[in-house]
Each structure stands twice: as structure tokens, then as C-alpha cells.
């Protein structure tokens, strides 16, 4: 098939395309590369800041126009596929459509079903956006609301999902927002992972547990990662003869990349249900995740044995001590990461995965 991925979220489309590729299709990314991220594509659709920006990226979205047609299979990262206002990419999906034979949506983040079911209707027993019947009420969580509720954002959003031929949600979390409303078009597909040449399931180190952790500058309450990290940190002062805590501050992938080698374990999301790309890529290397991993993470994916997440519930205290737990207790760790290899192999390996899409795509 010829397919033509648009967008970028951690990683997920330029992963899916090397699997893709494997399996002989022939495969176009076009993306900004997630922004400070830079992940790869094949044509670059990054925006200058300011309103000059804008008119360039516009005129070149027009002029790559030839490029984005005639494919077999479109699919969008996020009904915000392009770096422009929701109103100019009315017209931009409706020539995608025009022009190539079917459009898929990708629900791998932030939008008007995530941010609404989770408001309102509450699939879930914490999210970004609630902690049970209670809203959150911090600045980024209004922030988003504000942006994706009543407004062409959500008129956009809510246009694609029933115009396209099917929706791919890449979290537990996502499915439970998406499939209630659209039963019959809604499919959850694992993150694809590209397993390393090589990993460890031994300590990093005999004398310190290496503990991990990267945060956006832009979505470090949002996530919680500032409160995982205010945990860390605090177990690192009492704890410093026993563990060493290596902090990654909003740096491209590749040097994120690097910075996680050599950990024990990595902390990541405070309110998921499911590990996202980061820590899914530190387990295919033998590194542990402390995060997501609720019961439904295991069911949705009908994993019976293997459990190797430590889940945390969403308090500076679950978090304080489920990481004080590891560094108690490092023989845990290398079956810890034994099973972490494990399940990635399983469930995400990158040419599985790219198998699992085509499938859909097909239905």
C-alpha cells in the first residue's frame, strides 16, 4: 500500500513507518517532528514563530499539495495534524479526503474526546483532567479545556472523527474516551516500539539503584512529573548513599535518549492508566517504569502473566513509596527488567504493531 502519515507525537508515526516499510509498503511522514523533540520525517512542516510563520507554513503546505495525494491510506497524528488554526485545517482535511482513498484518525493525545469525556463524563478514575467526581482546577488543565471545549477546535475534532473511516487510539486511557461514542470505527493498537540491538536486565550499578526521569518544561504539573520528581528527589536526599537520580529537562529526543541509558527505572506520567512511548522505549531496554500500570493497561492487551509497571496511584505519597520500595529492595530489579524486555517484545514490537494497522486499515 502507499501511505501517507501526517504528524508527529512521541515518535509513533516515524516508528510505525520503519515497520511499515518492512513489511514493503511504501510509506511518506510528514511532520513538524513534535516540535523541540525533532523526531524524523521525511518532509519537514516545522513553523516559524509569529504570524509570518504561519503564512509560510501555509504556502508550503500548498505547495507539497501534489504530495499528499493518491495514497491508499492517510492517517492524522491528532485532528491538529498541521501547525495552523483549526479553521484553515477544515479545508486541508476535506482535500485529504478528496484526494486519497481512506483517512484515519489517530487518538494518541490531546483533543476535544479527551478532554471532554474526562470533564464530564468521567471514564476514568483519574486523569488530566479529574480525580474521580473532583475537576482539576490547575492552570494547564483549564488551559486545555479552555482550548478544546466550545470552540473550532472541537468543531474540527468532532468533524473528523465521524467523517473518517476509523479511529486508532494508542492508550487504554484514549479507547475509553473514543469508543463509547464511535463503537463501530474505534480500535486500540499498542505504541509501536523498535526493539534495541542490545539490553541489559542486570543493575546498572552494584552499590546505587539509577532512577530516571524527564520533564517538559511546558507540562510538568499537567503530567505530574513535577510532583514525581519532588518525590524523587526528596527519597535522593535521605536516600543518597543507596540511589542516584540522573534528570532530563526538555531536550531533544536523541539526547533524551542517551540520558536514560545506564537506569534502573524510569518515572514517567503520574496520571496514566498505560505507559506512552517514553517509558515503553526505556522497558525495551531493560528499564523499569514507574507510572501507568492499572489493571485495565493489562486487560485491554489480554496480558495475564507478565506485570512489569510498578503502578502508582496519583499522590506524592504512592509515589515516595513505591520508588523507596526499589531502592529497598534492588533484588526486585532484574526480574523487574527481565519482564519489562518481555512484554515490549510481546505487545509493541514496531513490525507487530505495523501488522495490527494494516490489518484495520484493511477492515
Not at 500548498?62 to 501547525?83: A, R, S
Request: aromatic share 12%; net charge neutral; proline share 5%.
Amino acid at each position: 500500500m502507499k501511505i501517507l502519515l501526517l504528524g508527529e507525537y512521541s515518535n509513533v508515526h516515524a516508528t510505525l513507518a520503519e515497520g511499515l516499510r518492512g513489511l514493503g509498503h511504501h510509506v511518506t511522514v510528514i511532520s513538524n517532528g513534535d516540535f523541540f523533540k525533532d523526531y524524523p520525517r521525511d518532509i519537514d512542516v516545522s513553523r516559524k514563530p509569529g504570524k509570518l510563520g504561519g503564512i509560510l507554513l501555509l504556502a508550503k503546505l500548498y505547495t507539497l499539495l501534489p504530495k499528499m495525494c493518491g495514497y491508499d491510506v492517510v492517517q492524522l497524528i491528532n485532528p491538529m495534524f498541521f501547525e495552523l488554526k483549526a479553521e484553515r485545517l477544515f479545508w486541508f482535511y476535506k482535500w485529504l479526503r478528496k484526494h486519497n482513498k481512506r483517512v484515519f484518525l489517530g487518538a494518541f493525545g490531546m483533543d476535544y474526546y479527551w478532554v471532554h469525556e474526562c470533564t464530564y463524563n468521567k471514564p476514568l478514575r483519574y486523569s488530566d483532567f479529574n480525580f474521580g467526581n473532583e475537576v482539576r482546577k490547575d492552570p494547564e488543565a483549564v488551559r486545555y479545556q479552555e482550548d478544546w471545549l466550545g470552540t473550532a477546535k472541537e468543531r474540527l475534532n468532532k468533524y473528523i472523527a465521524e467523517d473518517c473511516d476509523g479511529i486508532i487510539t494508542g492508550l487504554y486511557e484514549y479507547w475509553a474516551c473514543y469508543h463509547p461514542v464511535f463503537k463501530d470505527k474505534t480500535t486500540y493498537i499498542p505504541f509501536p516500539i523498535r526493539m534495541p540491538a542490545s539490553c541489559s536486565t542486570e543493575r546498572a550499578s552494584k552499590s546505587k539503584v539509577v532512577l530516571f526521569i524527564g520533564i517538559n518544561r511546558e507540562r510538568s504539573a499537567y503530567k505530574g512529573t513535577d510532583i514525581m520528581l519532588r518525590a524523587a528527589q526528596d527519597l535522593h536526599a535521605h536516600y543518597a548513599h543507596r540511589m542516584k537520580l540522573n534528570i532530563a529537562e526538555s531536550v531533544p529526543f536523541d539526547e533524551y535518549r542517551q540520558m536514560m541509558e545506564g537506569s534502573d527505572a524510569i518515572l514517567d506520567q503520574l496520571y496514566a492508566y498505560t505507559p506512552s512511548m517514553n517509558p515503553l522505549l526505556a522497558m525495551s531496554k531493560g528499564i523499569i517504569c514507574i507510572g501507568g500500570g492499572e489493571p485495565e493497561n493489562y486487560e485491554i492487551i489480554n496480558e495475564t502473566e507478565l506485570r512489569p509497571i510498578i503502578n502508582v496511584e496519583p499522590t506524592y505519597e504512592s509515589v515516595y513509596h513505591e520508588v523507596e520500595q526499589l531502592v529497598l529492595h534492588p533484588e526486585r530489579i532484574p526480574e523487574l527488567k527481565r519482564q519489562s524486555v518481555e512484554y515490549i517484545k510481546k505487545h509493541h514490537d514496531f513490525m507487530k504493531v505495523a501488522m495490527q494497522y494494516v490489518d484495520f486499515w484493511n477492515r
